[in-house]
Nanobody, 115 residues
Framework: QVQLVESGGGLVQPGGSLRLSCAAS????????MHWYRQGPENQRELFAN???????NYLDAVKGRFTVSRDNAKNTMYLQMNDLKPEYTAVYYC?????????WGQGTQVTVSS
């Protein structure tokens, strides 16, 4: 079965950190461009980070310097390290790739930034 499974979300205070994981099965993520999206309350799903098959990354300006995407090919898992979190980063976070011309989404993991 081809799937992506996010984990690592939770409640964190402003200024805190979290690391999200996106574990893949059925595909070799090192061969794909992988994405992180987030969807806050009443917001559209927003693409904010990518990691390409060559390991290069890029980020939305709003998260640049706070978020870091990485990949462990041996574990077939992508990570999102999030630092200095703000309340406005409260959202459901999703990983995604395009597999056989279709978007392959995980189920999402909730991140809540609140004191």
């Amino acid at each position: 079965q081809v799937q992506l499974v996010e984990s690592g979300g939770g409640l964190v205070q402003p200024g805190g950190s979290l690391r999200l994981s996106c574990a893949a099965s059925g595909i070799n993520i090192s061969l794909y461009t992988m994405h992180w999206y987030r969807q806050g309350p009443e917001n559209q799903r927003e693409l904010f980070a990518n990691i390409f098959s060559d390991g290069a990354t890029n980020y939305l300006d709003a998260v640049k310097g706070r978020f870091t995407v990485s990949r462990d090919n041996a574990k077939n898992t992508m990570y999102l390290q999030m630092n200095d979190l703000k309340p406005e980063y409260t959202a459901v976070y999703y990983c995604d790739t395009v597999y056989e011309t279709q978007n392959l989404w995980g189920q999402g993991t909730q991140v809540t930034v609140s004191s």
